[in-house]
């Protein structure tokens, strides 16, 4: 089981990483190179690429949701391995955004974190301590 869910961390670290080049990408596209943080652009935004974001926010998460569905044994498999590689995907995605364009500044920084349904909007501490108590969790209860 180590094994998978190890494998399982490296995939979460490549998407995290696929995902930050994308966001470097629209932000050069789109002229948005320095903000502090990604709710001052919201504003800016045409409603059309609001909603195409959104189709990409979807298709992240049928891609994790089909994956835990493939390799997932049980249901309880299932949700756990989809639960680790969102938390491992969303938590080096801020890493990969820093690395690549040291965004964000500080982990008080805000957010857009979702945009389905609508806006979800948080200090980036938020989703990493998120994520970080989610690996920590299924490490302590569940691999080890």
């Known amino acids: 089981m180590i094994e ?15 995902e930050g080049v994308v966001v470097v990408y629209l932000r050069r596209a789109l002229g948005i190179l320095e903000p ?15 909603n195409i974001e959104r189709t990409r926010e979807a298709a992240t998460i049928v891609m994790l949701g089909t994956l835990a569905l493939l390799v997932g044994e049980t249901w309880l498999d299932k949700l ?13 995605y801020y890493a990969s955004l820093y690395v690549l364009i040291k965004w964000p500044p500080n982990l008080t920084t805000t957010d857009v974190l979702f945009l389905i349904p609508r806006p979800w909007i948080a200090p980036v501490w938020f989703p ?9 969790l ?6 080890i």
């Open 4 to 18: 998978k869910f190890l494998l399982l961390f490296f995939f979460g670290i490549a998407m995290a990483h696929v």
């Open 36 to 50: 502090a943080s990604t709710t001052e652009i919201l504003g800016e935004f045409n409603k059309r690429y609001i």
């Open 80 to 92: 756990v391995i989809f639960l680790w590689t969102f938390a491992i995907w969303d938590l080096f």
């Open 128 to 136: 990493i301590g998120i994520s970080l108590a989610t690996i920590i």
């Open 138 to 143: 299924i490490l302590v209860f569940y691999i």
